[in-house]
């Protein structure tokens, strides 16, 4: 919600997956369907593109397109570190809400199957809600992963 903000702060691009861009061009009224208020962001955007790697100083990030909570769903993945930012596709103990426009279950499992098991297990993840946790921890205790791995 405080995306214009940044944006205009920090003087940086809005960068997303191109399939995100219809739900953030509705970001404003999706705010208010959860009693938020924000400023829209405006239409551009820079595209991310699975494989992509973005790079912070020292940090190198690989982008990973994941659909399942919405279709642009991405997570984030530093290998050297050993940790994998999920967003809104897993938690500690769960998973993402499928529920909301663009949201598809199937997709989201195999997002999980695909994309996130073939991770090693010591991997590290911080999820965009909750505590951080491993992909060692949640194959053995997320009821969502157990019969992914």
Known sequence: ???????????????????????????????????????????????????????????????????????????????????????DLLFAGSVGRTDLPGGDYDDLMTSLSRKIRPLPPQTVIYPGHGPSSTLADECANNPYLQHLY
């Open 1 to 87: 919600m405080g995306l214009v903000f940044l944006q205009q702060e920090f003087n940086i691009p809005l960068r997303i997956h191109p399939l995100e861009s219809d739900i953030m061009q509705r970001a404003a009224s999706h705010a208010l369907l959860f009693g938020f208020s924000m400023i829209q962001p405006g239409p551009g955007f820079v595209p991310l593109k699975d494989g992509e790697t973005l790079t912070f100083g020292k940090t190198e990030l690989k982008v990973i397109h994941t659909p399942g909570h919405s279709p642009g769903s991405i997570c984030l993945y530093d290998p050297i570190g050993g940790t994998l930012f999920t967003g």
